[in-house]
């Protein structure tokens, strides 16, 4: 019997306040000189140590983490969390979970590359791993997943023969239903889980919140963790907008947060918009596809675009530079017909090219044609320099080029995405358009041309376009982006929005504070003026706040928040002079309030609105949206006031809720009710209870009961907010740019 080698341990301390210290073992040490670049090696480490110390440490026997990684879009996110997987394996985490993406083509990919980057094909490693891609529950599976469990049940068991169970699984309703079916037949009780969530914004969050209901990928999701009784969930996205601004008690609401710094390598939206205007190109308004705007002939910007990619190309060739890929990326719409005709327009230009090269030198078509790719060298030489080969060294390698391009159409009109086979070629022109937006990697991508718009102006989605992002430092001065305006726009400005909620989230990070209590006071930030500029578009927080109170629907919540709420209302309360408000000398006494008519808005935000929660989804997203909106109100009057009515007086009122908490009716209605001519004229109900012309706030002081007249959350603080018409059209959060 061979000897079993000794892994080499090296503990760390966790860095952000982590709970618990991960050791860098065997496993961690082997991927990282495996796989990693030697330059960042020592960030991937460090950055997995605070990661997985933030998480629930592997010797507990129950509990749950949800924490956001956030990097830039092409950053090496993955290189990232293969990192924190390795490094589970060595802190006897027993199963790493990854739910790799929305298509098949995006989960196979990360299963392969996990497979290869982690040596699972390695036969001279040990075998410290057990790989399933979309696991059922069959015997087979149970068996194989069981007798791995055992093996770090045995205390006999050797550290390098225990294997890690490491399953792959699409983030789609069926795939993870049928692994929470499996895990349902195991004992977990005890062991230590690693949950990944690649591009955690997508697909993951619950998409039918405003019908208060959930999504099926979400609700599986919610089992998937209930069935795991110990375990860490990592949200990886490069766009955490949405993550960050969910319900703060949702499930996947993140606890913590790590901000990923990418390599020296790496170009991203700064340099593309920023420091280097040569590099993108607008598409002028006559050459966007649109309905009103058919193309029937390829645009000059298209011709142009790839006239600099095959320069590029042929320069690579001069320069012996062919090693790995070179790719332009063209994605005119999200309709499959344009790909089609683009397809097209490309297949036969490129074939044109090859057959005037083949002309005679004095050919005028053939001269004509490499007088427009003397054009597009000059352009590439603004931005590359010296180290272009001069245009006849270009042209002597051209021929050649144009033979090392592969076309491809990239979608799903036939089923399923097809896999590009990059081996095959050097050169690569891929024509697509959703199936390459997200966690797509186009390998040595350096010309997009890209006519389509916006949309909606989601800027998350927007962001997420953005392949050409990604570590081409060596190559940067080859890249070019064609866009239309409206989208080059909406990149300028997501610039400043990314570097700003990163530099939050940093500081976030850094002293060690839990995300969840950070969340609504992002709201609040000043710095985050592209997003309360509307550049930042969330269809959720679309909410009409003129003239309406904004109120929760959903009031029963946990004691603790209850207390909590309460603490913030009496407070708030106690440290201001109430009087009783001017009504009809016959109202009853519940109909009598007292009011605080100049309370700073700022104070009331800082002490009141900002940190009392809500718990009902559509009432988080009403809050939410009132929250902007009233941060817009301090940005342009920071002296403004509001109005703060004590309902009844502060006494205690009664109200019913349903079986799921809401309220049967918060207001007090108008009397009298009858005669009609005199209704409301001694109460005009509480809708009325406010001051038209500023921000008004009403604190209810309830018990409430259920349906059988049972208290069920007595001492319980309700707020409503009214914004007033002046405010309202001012502020109003618009959908688009």
């Known amino acids: 019997m061979t000897d079993t080698p000794t892994a080499t341990i090296t503990p760390r301390e966790p860095s952000g306040n982590g709970s618990w210290t991960p050791a860098v073992g065997q496993e961690t040490m082997d991927f990282l000189d495996r796989s990693a670049p030697d330059e960042s090696r020592d960030s991937l ?55 790799a993406g929305v298509t098949t083509n995006l989960l196979n990919q990360s299963t392969e590359r996990l497979a290869k980057d982690l040596g699972l094909s390695d036969p001279s490693r040990p075998r410290r791993w057990v790989q399933l891609a979309n696991p059922v529950n069959n015997d087979e599976s149970v068996q194989l997943i069981s007798s791995a469990l055992d093996d770090w049940r045995d205390p006999n068991t050797p550290d390098d023969l225990r294997r890690t169970v490491l399953i792959t699984v699409l983030k789609q309703h069926q795939r993870l ?64 907008q949405a993550p960050l601004l969910i319900n703060i008690i949702d499930s996947l609401s993140p606890n913590f947060v790590e901000v990923l710094e990418p390599g020296s390598a790496y170009v991203g939206g700064h340099h593309f918009f920023k420091e280097n205007p040569h590099h993108i190109v607008c598409i002028p308004p006559e050459e966007v596809p649109t309905n009103r705007n058919p193309l029937v002939d390829p645009p000059p910007t298209l011709l142009d675009a790839l006239r600099v990619f095959i320069v590029g190309i042929a320069a690579a060739f001069e320069r012996r530079e062919h090693g790995g890929n070179r790719s332009m990326l063209v994605h005119p719409s999200y309709l499959t017909a344009q790909h089609k005709d683009f397809y097209n327009w490309i297949r036969d230009i490129v074939a044109d090219w090859k057959s005037c090269l083949d002309q005679s030198q004095n050919d005028p078509d053939r001269q004509e044609m490499l007088e427009a790719f003397r054009a597009a060298h000059s352009e590439l030489r603004l931005t590359v320099g ?75 989605t927007v962001q997420q376009r953005a392949r050409f992002f990604g570590y081409k430092r060596g190559y940067f001065g080859y890249c070019r982006v064609y866009l239309e305006d409206g989208t080059r726009a909406a990149f300028e400005g997501y610039v400043d929005h990314e570097e700003d909620i990163r530099g939050q989230l940093q500081a976030v990070q850094q002293a060690g504070q839990p995300l969840n209590h950070w969340k609504r006071a992002f709201v609040m930030s000043s710095a985050l003026r592209p997003c309360r500029d509307s550049v930042l578009d969330f269809d959720y927080m679309h909410v009409p706040l003129s003239e309406r109170w904004i109120a929760p629907r959903f009031v029963v919540a946990t004691p603790e928040i209850t207390a909590e709420n309460r603490t913030h209302a009496e407070q708030l309360l106690e440290a201001h002079i109430f009087e009783v408000d001017s009504g009809h000398p016959d109202r009853t006494d519940v109909q009598r309030h007292t009011i605080s008519s100049d309370v700073p808005l700022q104070t009331v935000m800082d002490q009141l609105l900002v940190p009392f929660r809500v718990t009902g989804a559509t009432d988080s997203q009403r809050n939410t949206a009132l929250l902007l909106q009233l941060r817009k109100v301090l940005e342009q009057s920071p002296d403004e006031t509001c109005a703060v009515y004590q309902m009844s007086g502060g006494q205690k009122r009664l109200r019913t809720v349903g079986v799921d908490g809401e309220i049967k009716n918060l207001y007090q209605g108008e009397a009298p009710v009858r005669p009609v001519s005199q209704r409301g004229s001694i109460y005009p109900g509480d809708r009325n209870i406010r001051l038209r012309d500023k921000v008004t706030v009403q604190v209810h002081y309830l018990d409430l009961r259920d349906e059988e007249g049972k208290i069920v959350s007595p001492d319980t603080y309700v707020l409503a907010v009214y914004l007033p018409q002046r405010l309202a059209e001012s502020y109003v959060v618009q959908q688009g740019q």
Not at 212 to 228: F, G, H, P, Q
Not at 400 to 416: D, H, S, W
Request: hydrophobic letters at 40%; a negative charge.
């Open 45 to 99: 480490e460090e950055n997995a140590i605070s990661i997985l110390s933030k998480g629930v440490s592997p010797e507990e026997i129950e509990g749950s983490q949800t924490g956001l990684v956030v990097g830039y879009v092409q950053s090496g996110k993955t290189m990232s969390f293969e990192t924190v997987t390795a490094l589970a394996r060595d802190n006897r985490f027993q199963i790493v979970i990854v739910i």
């Open 177 to 240: 239903g049928h692994l929470t079916s499996l895990l349902e037949h195991l004992e977990l009780r005890g062991v230590s889980v690693l949950i990944v969530d690649d591009e955690a914004d997508q697909a993951s969050l619950n998409n039918e919140t405003s019908q208060d209901s959930e999504s099926t990928t979400y609700a599986r999701l919610m089992e998937l963790r209930s069935a795991i009784p110990l375990h860490t969930y990592l949200q990886y996205t490069a766009t955490p």
């Open 386 to 460: 010296d180290d272009l080969p001069d245009f006849d060294q270009v042209v002597s390698t051209l021929r050649y080029a144009l033979n090392q391009i592969q076309i491809m159409e990239v979608n799903a009109t036939r089923g399923k995405t097809p896999k590009v086979e990059w081996q095959n070629a050097f050169g690569w022109i891929l024509v697509g358009g959703a199936a390459m937006d997200r966690g797509f990697t186009i390998e040595g991508l350096t010309v997009t041309y890209m006519p389509r718009g916006i949309g909606v102006g989601n800027a998350d």
